[in-house]
Structures are given as structure tokens and as C-alpha cells.
């Protein structure tokens, strides 16, 4: 009935409709990591509201709306929700109402980020955004996150790692809720902001990058403080290529000497933070533990080789139904476990089964793979910063949780990944005006 209403109206939609449906796509956007910053003071302070959910949800049903203008995006979209709530429905088909409701809200979740993808794509593409306007959800994303978990130091909001006993925790996650969640968005937006300082004054880069290290070391997770060390050499590494000297004998002299610089300034940072009390305590004296009590698997996926053990110990593999479509996640619930291992990829395949991990992993190496074809074709930092978001996004669901089924993190993934496409499209632009004046 809408794509009917649409179609006697059609100069109504692609007009007025349409230009209020993409402005208020932006805006909400622009709003989304401050909506979810919001939801956790809300939290904090002992309301459960679902301010987040309610606008992860507004936002969707807003892509759908643009999306219609493409009949072949708005289809494929629509087909793949359909499909996963039906796999969602099927997962949960012995169990109440209830259930299945939390099947589909997790269902939503994974299906979140495509939608949004999809429609910046296709903004991009029909030149319906402008580059101005993703670049301020990318902004705006940033300082929102910043605001959120710096608010842990005047004590609003929780440790990243609960402490035992007199240790208050590990670290500040602030106003969010999911620190994983953090960790991933920091790092996307991290690189694609110190890549575009590529020429910069030094004091800016050095700036820049004490920052990075500052704020990783608030968070302390494993993986944002590898992340940042990744990010921060590659950099170092593009922006040492720019030197004058192209001798490799200096390049690698330049390397090791801001490597080893930034290591010590990484461990002068952790170290002054650490002595006063800024975290509840030690973040070496956590990893410590861990390793010694759990070895170095337990040390790498803090535990959830166990949780997976736990969950594999009550799974029934045997049947069909269950590799196929999952054993949903009431199922896991009703049983007192821990229902997450917190491990992206194993998770979906518990709950939805191995055709839903099929395709959430075809869809994330197709946008891998198609970030890399986008670097080799314009080879510059942006594109590289990109595709190193990408991959870290990627890898990292493999180690936690909260990535591929992140909504924060699918605004600010998706808005990278279009910046990148709005490049790729202008340097065609480029090459067909110079084709056409060399004819």
C-alpha cells in the first residue's frame, strides 16, 4: 500500500518527503551515540528506559522510507529483515510470546547495521547527502563518545572491569553500558580522524596521538589499547613515507625511534594515572591475574573460551533444526547460563544457526573486501584508514562481543565506509573529465 501511495504521489515523495526523510536520517544519526549516552544515565541512575532501542528502531524505519525511492535496495533490504526475523520465529517457535519478542530485538540488531549501510550507499549514490554532512555525524560521533566516558571521572557512570572486593574496577566506561561497544567506535573513529592528520602540524599529531593513548588507557580493554597501538604504527608509518629522506635505512630509523617514543609515553601515561587513583587499580595487576589463573587463551578472550565451553556443554548439536536456524536465545536462558559468550560469531550461530552466520559473515567480507578495492583504486590514507576500520571490526568480533551486533558502532561504520564511496565516485568523476579532454 505505501509503494502504491507512492507512486500516485510521487512528485509529493521525491520532493518535500523525501528531503524531510533524508534531513531527519542525518539528525538522528548525528544523535545516535548521545541518544545512547543518555539511555545510560538513565541506566546509572536506576531507570530503564529504551530510549536507545526505540530510536535505533526510529532510525530504521526512516531508511526504509528512503529507501523506497530504489526499488531494488528497498527489496534486497527488506528480504534480508524478513528473512532473519523468520529465522528469529523459528528459533524460538516452542516458546512464549516474551521470548520471542527478545528474539527479534536481537534479531534487529544484527540486521541495524546493513540497513544503515544500505541507505547511506544509496544516499551517496544518488547524491542526496552531502560530504559535509556525513563528516558532522563522524564529528559529532566522536565527541559524544569522548563526553560519555570522560563523565566516569566525576564518578557518573561504571568501571569498565567490576572489581572483587576493596577494588572498585578497572578503568571508566562512563555513561555507556557495553565497554566493548566503546572500544570498537573509538577505534574507527580514531583512525579516521588521525589518518586526516596526516599533514598536520607535529604538535597537532602529537596531540592527536597522547590523546589516543589517554583515552584507551581510561577505557583499559585489551583490544582498545592493541587497536590503538595498530592504528597509531600504521600512521606513523604513511606519515614517515612522506618524508624528505627516502633513504629506507632513515625511514626505519624514523619507525623504530616514534615507535619506541610512543610506547614509552603510552606506559608514562598508564603509569601517572595509575599512581593516583584515577583507575580503582591496577590494569597490569588484572592481567596478571588473569594469566596466571587462566593461561594465555584465558588472558586473550578474558574467559570466554569458558563461556563457550559452558554453552556448547548444553547445546544439542545433533539436531538439524539447531545448526541450521540455532537453538534461540530463551533456550540458553531458561537454563540459568550465561546466554553470551560475548563472542560475535559464535553467538549468532547459537541463537540463529549457522545460515544466519553465513550470511552476517558474507555481508562484513564483502564490505572488507570492497574497503580494500576502494584503497587500491584511490591509495590514500583515508581509503587506508578505512580499511583498517574495517578490519578491526571484522577480527574483533572474533575476540568479543558487541561488534557485529553493535548499534553504536553501525552509524559510525557506516558513515566511514560512505565517506570512502563519496572519494571513490569523485576520482571517477576526475578521470572521465581527463579522459574527455584528451580526446
Known amino acids: 500500500m505505501?509503494?502504491?501511495?507512492?507512486?500516485?504521489?510521487?512528485?509529493?515523495?521525491?520532493?518535500?518527503?523525501?528531503?524531510?526523510?533524508?534531513?531527519?536520517?542525518?539528525?538522528?544519526?548525528?544523535?545516535?551515540?548521545?541518544?545512547?549516552?543518555?539511555?545510560?544515565?538513565?541506566?546509572?541512575?536506576?531507570?530503564?528506559?529504551?530510549?536507545?532501542?526505540?530510536?535505533?528502531?526510529l532510525i530504521m524505519l526512516v531508511s526504509m522510507f528512503v529507501l523506497l525511492k530504489d526499488k531494488y535496495i528497498f527489496s534486497f533490504v527488506f528480504l534480508l529483515i524478513a528473512l532473519f526475523f523468520i529465522i528469529a520465529l523459528i528459533?524460538?517457535?516452542?516458546?512464549?510470546?516474551?521470548?520471542?519478542?527478545?528474539?527479534?530485538?536481537?534479531?534487529?540488531?544484527?540486521?541495524?547495521?546493513?540497513?544503515?549501510?544500505c541507505t547511506m550507499f544509496f544516499l551517496v549514490s544518488n547524491s542526496k547527502v552531502s560530504r559535509e554532512s556525513l563528516l558532522r555525524v563522524m564529528k559529532l560521533s566522536f565527541v559524544f563518545l569522548i563526553?560519555?566516558?570522560?563523565?566516569?571521572?566525576?564518578?557518573?557512570?561504571?568501571?569498565?572491569?567490576?572489581?572483587?572486593?576493596?577494588?572498585?574496577?578497572?578503568?571508566?566506561?562512563g555513561l555507556f553500558i557495553a565497554g566493548n561497544e566503546v572500544a570498537a567506535c573509538f577505534l574507527v573513529l580514531y583512525s579516521f580522524f588521525i589518518?586526516?592528520?596526516?599533514?598536520?602540524?607535529?604538535?597537532?599529531?602529537?596531540?592527536?596521538?597522547?590523546?589516543?593513548?589517554?583515552?584507551?588507557?581510561?577505557?583499559?580493554?585489551?583490544?582498545?589499547?592493541?587497536?590503538?597501538?595498530?592504528?597509531?604504527?600504521?600512521?606513523?608509518?604513511?606519515r614517515l613515507s612522506y618524508c624528505k629522506s627516502k633513504s629506507k635505512l632513515n625511514f626505519l630509523k624514523g619507525f623504530f625511534?616514534?615507535?619506541?617514543?610512543?610506547?614509552?609515553?603510552?606506559?608514562?601515561?598508564?603509569?601517572?594515572?595509575?599512581?593516583?587513583?584515577?583507575?580503582s587499580f591496577s590494569i597490569l595487576e588484572r592481567l596478571?591475574?588473569?594469566?596466571?589463573?587462566?593461561?594465555?587463551?584465558?588472558?586473550?578472550?578474558?574467559?570466554?573460551?569458558?563461556?563457550?565451553?559452558?554453552?556448547?556443554?548444553?547445546?544439542?548439536?545433533?539436531?538439524?533444526?539447531?545448526?541450521?536456524?540455532?537453538?534461540?536465545?530463551?533456550?540458553f536462558d531458561e537454563i540459568s547460563l550465561k546466554y553470551s559468550a560475548e563472542i560475535d560469531p559464535f553467538d549468532i550461530f547459537i541463537w540463529y544457526g549457522s545460515f544466519a552466520l553465513v550470511v552476517v559473515f558474507f555481508l562484513y567480507f564483502i564490505l572488507l573486501v570492497y574497503s580494500f578495492r576502494i584503497f587500491v583504486i584511490l591509495k590514500s590514507p583515508s581509503a587506508f584508514s578505512n580499511f583498517i576500520s574495517n578490519v578491526l571490526v571484522f577480527f574483533l568480533?572474533?575476540?568479543?562481543?558487541?561488534?557485529?551486533?553493535?548499534?553504536?558502532?553501525?552509524?559510525?561504520?557506516?558513515?566511514?565506509?560512505?565517506?570512502?564511496?563519496?572519494?571513490?565516485?569523485?576520482?571517477?568523476?576526475?578521470?572521465?573529465k581527463e579522459r574527455e579532454l584528451t580526446v
Not at 96 to 113: D, Q, R, S, W
Open 257 to 279: 625511534k616514534l615507535s619506541i617514543l610512543q610506547l614509552f609515553v603510552f606506559i608514562f601515561i598508564f603509569s601517572m594515572m595509575d599512581y593516583y587513583h584515577f583507575l
Open 147 to 173: 563526553v560519555g566516558v570522560f563523565v566516569g571521572y566525576i564518578g557518573v557512570g561504571n568501571s569498565t572491569y567490576v572489581g572483587e572486593g576493596d577494588n572498585g574496577g578497572v578503568g571508566t566506561k
Open 397 to 432: 568480533a572474533f575476540f568479543m562481543g558487541h561488534v557485529w551486533l553493535s548499534g553504536m558502532l553501525s552509524v559510525i561504520i557506516a558513515t566511514s565506509n560512505a565517506l570512502a564511496y563519496v572519494d571513490l565516485l569523485k576520482n571517477k568523476e576526475r578521470f572521465i
Open 91 to 117: 528459533s524460538e517457535i516452542d516458546s512464549g510470546m516474551l521470548k520471542i519478542t527478545l528474539a527479534f530485538a536481537n534479531a534487529f540488531k544484527i540486521i541495524y547495521p546493513f540497513v544503515i549501510l
Open 288 to 331: 596478571a591475574h588473569s594469566y596466571f589463573t587462566n593461561g594465555l587463551v584465558g588472558l586473550l578472550f578474558s574467559n570466554r573460551d569458558v563461556f563457550i565451553v559452558d554453552l556448547l556443554s548444553v547445546s544439542d548439536l545433533y539436531s538439524f533444526k539447531n545448526i541450521l536456524f540455532g537453538h534461540g536465545i530463551s533456550y
Open 2 to 57: 505505501i509503494s502504491i501511495f507512492l507512486q500516485k504521489n510521487a512528485n509529493i515523495y521525491d520532493g518535500k518527503l523525501l528531503g524531510l526523510a533524508i534531513k531527519l536520517f542525518i539528525f538522528l544519526c548525528c544523535i545516535s551515540i548521545c541518544v545512547d549516552m543518555l539511555n545510560g544515565l538513565f541506566f546509572f541512575f536506576g531507570f530503564s528506559l529504551p530510549i536507545s532501542l526505540l530510536t535505533k528502531f
Open 195 to 238: 589518518f586526516r592528520l596526516l599533514f598536520s602540524r607535529l604538535i597537532v599529531v602529537v596531540f592527536f596521538i597522547l590523546f589516543g593513548a589517554f583515552f584507551s588507557v581510561t577505557l583499559a580493554t585489551k583490544a582498545v589499547i592493541l587497536g590503538y597501538f595498530i592504528v597509531t604504527l600504521f600512521f606513523l608509518l604513511w
